[in-house]
Nanobody
């Protein structure tokens, strides 16, 4: 699976951005998807994940209630709608795909993702 993230940029605190992740090379609906982020000096952290059909989602406590993950299997695209952005949300955001079987997949573990996009920078100014 090849993943291409886009939609990052600079926004003021309280603003919104929508990230997109376009996929190719494999049946899109076969994979679990997730968003992670990494800021300078910090480890990559889990943001959100979504199951194959899009019917089940999971969020980190840091973004719950502000971010929404979704996917359009017909368009081979995943989205991350980010509202009420805070300076602490500033990071490079990565989309990732997992082929792990459902009985083992946890969603939050970056080691379970087989494919990664190149990242898109999000900067939130105060």
């Amino acid at each position: 699976v090849q993943l291409q993230a886009s939609g990052g940029g600079t926004v003021q605190a309280g603003g919104s951005l929508r990230l997109s992740c376009a996929a190719s090379g494999r049946t899109f609906s076969d994979v679990y998807l997730g968003w992670f982020r990494q800021s300078p000096g910090k480890e990559r952290e889990f943001v959100a994940s979504i199951n194959r059909s899009g019917g089940s989602t999971y969020y980190s406590d840091a973004v719950k209630g502000r971010f929404t993950i979704s996917r359009d299997n017909a368009k081979n695209t995943m989205y991350l709608q980010m509202n009420s952005l805070k300076p602490a949300d500033s990071a490079v955001y990565y989309c990732a795909a997992s082929t792990w079987p459902s009985r083992l997949y946890s969603g939050t573990n970056s080691a379970q993702y087989d494919y990664w996009g190149q990242g898109t920078q999000v900067t939130v100014s105060s």
